[in-house]
């Protein structure tokens, strides 16, 4: 079992419409939690970060993490052609840069 | 400011060659992580360095190598390169160790390697 599991969709939705996105992990130690965003051809970037359970929000997007069920969720409100990019989640193993990431959802807003 | 700057931005190399790809960081920023992403595997940390030290690797055979200069610029090295070896390399620079959580990390756009 990988440590992280995403769908990798693609995932096709109208403009306006409500995105969620989702991941599990395995490892019930895990504390924190990323999302980052990649648009084609370009590294990705960090969009918000979680630590333990509850809600985050930044705007447009939400994060949320379960860790009774090991469920981590990025919403989009109120998507816009913009958003269209891979979203990845990410866990940092350690205190150094190693991050473990899902495999990324391909997120494609339609206007 | 100036992000970080990766090259080249492609590559292709034949298998069993040797490729070295250069990251210079943000200015100022000391600590440098690399990344393999591939379609089936993702993105995959192979090391990092900081103050010239690498202070900790993937799951990479030897074949993979890094190094970083005192300017906290990086080179990673790929010997014998297989056809699996083709992938986006991607670098991120971090002002200081334990950057992921502390001081966040930004990436370069990548290297892509194509190995023929």
């Known amino acids: 079992q990988k440590e992280v599991e995403q769908d990798p969709g693609p995932l096709s939705v109208p403009e306006g419409a409500i995105v969620s996105l989702n991941c599990t992990y395995s490892?019930?130690?895990?504390?924190?939690f990323m999302w980052y965003r990649q648009y084609s051809r370009k590294g990705p970037e960090l969009l918000m970060y979680t630590y333990s359970s509850g809600n985050k929000e930044d705007g447009r997007f939400t994060a949320q993490v379960d860790k009774s069920s090991k469920y981590i969720s990025l919403f989009i409100r109120d998507s816009q052609p913009s958003d269209s990019a891979t979203y990845l989640c990410a866990i940092p193993l350690d205190q150094g840069g190693k991050l473990i990431f899902g495999q990324g959802t391909e997120l494609s807003v339609k206007p | 400011k100036a992000g970080v700057t990766q090259t080249p931005r492609y590559l292709i190399k034949t298998r069993g060659q040797q490729v070295t790809l250069s990251c210079s960081p943000i200015?100022?920023?000391?600590?440098v992580s690399w990344y393999q992403q591939t379609p089936g595997q993702g993105l995959q940390f192979l090391f990092e360095y900081f103050s010239e030290t690498q202070r900790n690797k993937g799951n990479f055979p030897g074949r993979f190598s890094g190094r970083q200069f005192s300017n906290s610029r990086s080179e990673m090295n790929v010997s014998t390169l297989e056809l699996g070896d083709s992938a986006l390399y991607l670098c991120a620079s971090s002002f200081g160790y334990g950057g992921a959580l502390l001081y966040g990390y930004t990436f370069g756009s990548g290297t892509r390697l194509t190995v023929v």
């Open positions: 490892n019930s130690a895990f504390q924190y």
């Open positions: 200015s100022g920023h000391r600590s």
